[in-house]
Structures are given as structure tokens and as C-alpha cells.
């Protein structure tokens, strides 16, 4: 029986392998097509292309893994021991190989082109003019969204001026700090108009992220970064905190209201403005 | 070819005998060094599992109260039971810190490093018996730091594996980050101290005393991917080690490597000024991304070496395989930036790291398809360590593919800290490895204790781990991709995510059958030591290289008095025109067919 050729032999622990990934691919499948759980609806503009980014590198490595793990399973179903049958003695395709390295590069190409068009656009193409800009201070475990109010300016901030009332330091001695706005934990922004999100932190590194809006952003101590976004569906959403800050971060939640139209999120201005004053 | 499988040398000891405290306990042997490595390691590991199993417990059910375990751990449940907030983060932090370091990098390179270098390459040990004894002891010290972190005062630190300045760098902001951040470090810098002891000691053994014919490009895949992660760690260790000393500068010295200026704690203005907390993610991830090839690439080695057994078939391109490998460990050092997409980094760094990282696909693409090619064509034996090892590269497949959409940063911007990452990084360097050390210790097992393992028990342990871990860990891809952050005690506090609560359920209650499929191993294992099967043969898996050219278990001194020569790869397995479907190494006659 040296050298015994012959078919293989299909065995039960081959066949149930087999089962699983078929099982697998199958669930997979399920999963992302018919989506029974998707991502949380989208409200922004820019949304709409990293959204369409992560469709095609789920058609690509939805492809890969059908394939592969398919492959995979017959294989083993296929393949068993038989006897003193002996396996193929091949080791090397290197003309396989080439076009496999190859073909995988090129797609890889492709895809970092996608990506980064999407990516470049929404960092490079300069922060929006006719912007809103609300300056988004971070600390264990809150929000705080400061408006410059009518006059268009922030007032000055002064961490040496925090505390348990003016939790951001704003300095009330300065002109242009009278009709500003602080609020905590509640963020308006009107809907289809552009937001630009200062985002500092007071203490630990916190995330600013919009599920929604597709919005991700560090908010780092030491650091001020700016993010845009243009929310383009009106309606009351959530912030969370996506980065680790501490014993409570899970209780950093914020409210984001998109405003259906400008003139509800200068009501909601107006009204916030009257609280501080009236206070 | 049956006599060089026979090969039997009974006075094999050129050294002499020991007493039972060297030979068991403080021993140079790396066989010994190995098993104890692999032994402290399983012990991490159950403390690790558990405490992940803890987090599943709230997770699936954020409300309920637990007074069974209340009653067991007053101190990390309040008074209805509920758990502490604190007390889930620092399971978040010791899990992580456990599995990466503790159990991974300690089994994979420590255990399986120590006990197949020299039996691997033909030597009689390793090239700093010493040092090597020494980098156990040191490791063993590390566990001890880091398991007694969950026992001080204020409990284990809340800020996760990665351990963020400014969080980890101010003792005083909350009572975790005290003195559990503080032995936290401290156990870090000692398993980099350990780690730096093997990783000089492998590179010297490999490249050194290698055995007579036994040629780079003859080495089985195990020994290159040690070789490969042994230089990665000496690159990337000293950085960790490094950036862990500026942290306790930080923490007790009043430096400010990675504290601002303008932090505000307890309601004042703190003195540090002028650090930058991105200077601790960028050192730390110089070191973590490398250390995430650690860990994979001894996996990839063994569970290429092991299907390749199995599957009666050689290796399909060993030597993409070798290049593969080589590719990915030089590409580790330039695709840190990837963790940071969003972390205020210029974004033109990130373009930078979206090509990098993009990159490291084509090998790993390289590195699938020949596994596949493996085992076209094989006639596969069932045995536990062959369906581990089967079940590696279905495990790889899918957690590496979900590496493709965090490596693209645009995609990054909404997954990044949340579950999908958990579902990628776990599937592809903790479940994946995990499968391959299985495969390891299944196929090992007879070489270190001269018995086998229970197979019935452990085709068991396979089919219900394999399906257990599809069940936790790919239904996270899907609640990551409805936005649940990582590290998160409790998801219903987020409207957004209490539809997808079901799907944590789930997730919650498979890894609860998946950590009870684990007891069937560590029972197996314990009892096997004792009570296996034993072995009559040198080489009862009819495999190809030097170690199974000693007695099982293989004694002190690992051959006979000659050292085995080497006459071919490490992969002859159905080569045309043998009776046995497979050569050794050692075998001297040139098949007419093909050499290599």
C-alpha cells in the first residue's frame, strides 16, 4: 500500500467541521444582509460616506470570508484519512502565489483609495464657514456645551476661575462672556446646518462620540479639537463617552437635540440665556 | 526509514543526576522551565477567565443584584448586591492585563518557547541555562504582583490594559489608580524584565546551536516564528519598560511626561504642566502592536507546524511562510498610529497608518491561502491538537478580515472603542492563539509527560470550544457595529443600545458554556499527568522533527550522546516512493523524488 492513492475519505469529524462553517457562513450571512440589528439610524451628512465605506469593505471581506471559510470546510469534510492512502505531495505554486499577493494588494488599493477619499474629505476640507460652533468641555462624568450667544464670541475661560457653579471657568468679567451659554449635559444644534464641536477636557481623556452622526472624536486634556459635522435629520439623540475615564464613564451620557428648524434652536437658545440671567 | 524513528539512546544523560528541587523546582532544564511556564501561565489564565466571566455576569444582566457573589466580595457590590462600577473596570483592566501578558505572550513564547528550542533545533538546551531559569522566576514574581493588585486596598486599577495617561498617571483621582495602578507597573516592567531575559536567550539558541545540517531555511515553522517574536520583544519591550518608568516618574516624582497643564482634580487647578497624555498612547502602542505579533506569531508557527502533521502533508510554501511571517514582524513597528485614529493625532498620521496597516493584510492573505493549501489534498487525521489546530485558521480568518475595516480609518471613526474591536482583537490575538496553544499542548503533551491526553475528552473540548467561541465572540461584531462602546458597565444606560440587550444575553450565556468546555481541559490535562495513557513510541504522532527523536517524556540532556544530524525539512509528509507516509528530519536517504 505504499504510495496508496485514492479519493479520501469523507469522515463524520471532517463532515460535522464541514456543518459548522457552512452554519457559519450562513448566520454571517443573515446577519449582515438582513441586518436584524443595524447601525443606530444616521443624522448627518459626512455620515453617509463612512457608512458607504464600511459597505465596501464588507462586500470585500464578506467575499474573503464566504470563501475562505467555505473553502476551509470542504477541504476538511473532503479530506480525511483513508487508510495508509497518502496525501498530495505538492508544496509550492509560486505562480498561485503571485497572482493571490497581487490581487490581494490591488484590492487593498482600492480600498485605502475609498477609505482615504472619505477620510481626507471629512479631516482636509477646511472646517465649514456659516458654522456653528459650540465649545464641548469634557470632565468625569459630564458634558458641558458653551454657546457664544448673539454676539458670535466666546467670553473668555480661565481654568483658575472653576468651580462648582462655573464648571468651565468663564471668566463673567469679560464683555463678550455676557450673553454666553453653558449648559451641562445637553447639547441643541439645528438640523442641515454646520456644527463645529471645540472639544477640550478638564481632566482625563474622554470620547465625544455621536452614534448617529457618526461623530468619534478624543476629547484630550491639554489639547483643543475641533470636529465638524452637518446633522441632516432632525429629532432627540444620544452622546456618549467612548473612551475609559474612570469609575462612571458609562454614566457620561449626553443629550443631543437636532432642532428641526434654526429659528426652534434660537428659541431653546433664548430660553437657557433667560435661566443664567434670571438666576 | 523505521530505524531512525527508533532511535532509543538510554544513557542519553551527559549531565548528571539532580536532586528533586533542582531537577523539579529550581531547574536550568528548559524542558522544566517550559512546563513551568506553561503551568503558571494556565493558573493566570483561570484567574484571567473568571474575572472575564464576572464581567459577562453584569454585562448580560446590568440590573440584577448578585448576592451570592456579594456575600463572597463585599467589597466590590454594594449593600443590594449590585456590582461596583469601579469594581467591573478593574476586571475590564486585570482581564486584559492578564490574557495579553500573563497568559498569551508567557504560554506562547515562555511555555512553548522554552520547551521546543532546544528539542527543536538538536541542542542539549539553551544557550543561558541561567538566564533562563532566572526569566521564569522573574515572570513568576510579575504574577504575583499583578494577582495581589486585586487584592489591595482600593482594589485593581479601573483604566483598562492600555492604562491612558492622564488616568493611570494621577494616584490621586480615584482610589483604584493608588496602589493597584502601583503594582500594576510595577509587575509590568518586572514580566519585561522576564521577557527580555528569554527573548536574548532564544535568538542566541536558534542562531547558535542549531545542530548539524539543520539549515535556517530547514527550521520548522515553530522555531522561526520563536525567532521572529523573540526580536520583535527585544525591540518592543524596553519601550513599554521605558514608558512605565516615565509613568511612576509621573506618579511619584511630580514629572510631567504625560500630564498637561490645565488639569482640574477635586475641583482645583493641579501643579503638572507641559506633558502630552498622546506620548503615553504612542509609546505604549510602539510596544502594543508588536506585541500583538507576539503573540500571533508563535500561534501561526505551531498551528502551521501541527496542521501540517495532521494533514500528512507538507506545508504548502514554507518558504512564503517564513517570508510571511518576517513581513508582518517588520510591519508591526509601523502601524501603531492605527490604535490613535481619533485620538487628536494629526489626521494626515492617520493616512499614513490606514496604507501601513492595510499592508500587513497582503502577508497574513499570503499566510491563509497556504494554510488552505495545506490542507487541499491532505488525508486529514482527527486527532484534539489537529482540530485545534484547523480550528486556528477558521478563528484567523475571521478575526483578521474585521482588521481590514478598523485598519481604514474612515471606517474607524465609528467603530473604534466600541465591541467591534472587542470582536476583532479577541477572535484574531487571544481565541485564535488560544486554539493554536491548545493544539500545542494536545500534540506536546506526550513529548513533556510521557503520556497522552484523554483524545475522546479533548475532540469534546474542541467541537464545544469551537462552537463556543463563534457564539460570544462574533455577535459582538454586531452590537460594536450598533455602537456599544467597550469598557461599559452597564449598555441599557444607553437608549440606542437596549434593543441589542438580547444579543448581550447571548453572548453572555455562551461564554458561560464556553468557560465550563474549558474545565474538561484542565481536568484532562491535571489528570492525564498521572493517570494518561501512556506512551510506547519516541514519535507516536509519526511527525518529522528532532523532538520526537527523543524518549517521551525526553530526559535531561535531550539526546544521546550524539547530537541528531539533519538531512532534510521539517515538512517530508507523504513523500512518493516511502513505505511510512512521512520522513524525519534525521532520515539520511535522499528520496528519488524530490529533496529539499
Known sequence: ?279 | MTDTQGHHHEGEHAHPQLGFLRKYVFSTDHKVIGIQYLVTAMAMAVIGGTLSLLMRLQLGWPHDAFPFLARLMPKAFDSTGHMDPGFYLSLVTMHGTIMVFFLFTAVLTGGFGNFLIPLQIGARDMAFPFLNALSYWVFLVSCIVIFSALMVQGGAPLGGWTAYAPLSALPDLDPHQGTGMTLWITAIALFTASGLMGGLNYITTILTMRTKGLSMMRLPLTQWSLLITAVLGLLAFPVLLAAAILLVFDRVGGTSFFIPGGIIMGGKLIEHTGGHPLLWQHLFWFFGHPEVYIVILPAMGIASDILSTFCRKPIFSYKMMVYAMAAISGLSFIVWGHHMFVSGMSPFLGSVFTITTLLIAVPSAVKTFNWLGTVWGARIQFTSAGLFSIGFVSLFVSGGLSGIFLGTSAADIQLQDTYFVVAHFHLVMAIAPLFAAYAGLYYWFPKMFGRFMNETIGKVHFWASFVGVYCVFFPMHILGIGGQMRRIYDPLNYLFLQPQQVLNVFVSISAFFLGAAQILFLGNFFISIWAGKRVTENNPWKATTLEWETPCPTGHGNFGPELPVVHRWAFDYSPPGTKEDFLPQTAPAVPAARQH
Open chain 1, 1 to 279: 500500500m505504499a504510495d496508496g492513492k485514492g479519493p479520501g475519505r469523507i469522515t463524520t469529524s471532517g463532515l460535522a467541521f464541514g456543518a459548522l462553517m457552512a452554519i457559519l457562513i450562513v448566520v454571517s450571512l443573515w446577519l449582515f444582509i438582513a441586518k436584524p440589528w443595524w447601525f443606530p439610524t444616521l443624522s448627518s451628512i459626512h455620515g453617509a460616506e463612512i457608512d458607504g465605506v464600511f459597505t465596501a469593505v464588507l462586500i470585500v471581506t464578506g467575499i474573503a470570508f464566504v470563501v475562505t471559510q467555505a473553502m476551509l470546510g470542504y477541504f476538511v469534510a473532503r479530506y480525511g484519512a483513508a487508510g495508509n492512502e497518502k496525501a498530495d505531495y505538492w508544496h509550492d505554486n509560486p505562480k498561485a502565489e503571485f497572482l493571490l499577493l497581487t490581487g490581494t494588494a490591488l484590492i487593498l488599493v482600492v480600498l485605502v483609495f475609498m477609505g482615504q477619499r472619505v477620510w481626507l474629505k471629512y479631516y482636509f476640507s477646511g472646517l465649514p464657514e456659516n458654522a456653528i460652533t459650540v465649545q464641548v468641555t469634557a470632565q468625569q462624568f459630564q458634558w458641558q456645551f458653551h454657546y457664544p450667544g448673539a454676539d458670535g464670541k466666546f467670553g473668555r475661560t480661565d481654568l483658575t476661575l472653576v468651580d462648582s457653579v462655573n464648571q468651565i471657568g468663564l471668566d463673567e468679567k469679560d464683555e463678550a462672556s455676557k450673553d454666553d451659554i453653558v449648559v451641562t449635559g445637553e447639547m441643541h444644534v439645528p438640523v442641515n446646518k454646520p456644527v463645529i464641536v471645540r472639544l477640550r477636557s478638564k481632566d482625563v481623556i474622554h470620547s465625544f462620540f455621536l452614534p448617529n452622526q457618526r461623530v468619534k472624536q478624543d476629547a484630550v486634556p491639554g489639547l483643543a479639537v475641533e470636529v465638524a459635522f452637518t446633522p441632516n435629520v432632525a429629532g432627540n439623540f444620544e452622546l456618549a463617552c467612548a473612551e475609559l475615564c474612570g469609575n462612571n464613564h458609562y454614566k457620561m451620557r449626553g443629550l443631543v437635540t437636532i432642532d428641526a428648524s434654526e429659528e426652534e434652536f434660537n428659541n431653546w437658545l433664548k430660553m437657557k440665556l433667560t435661566e443664567r440671567t434670571g438666576d
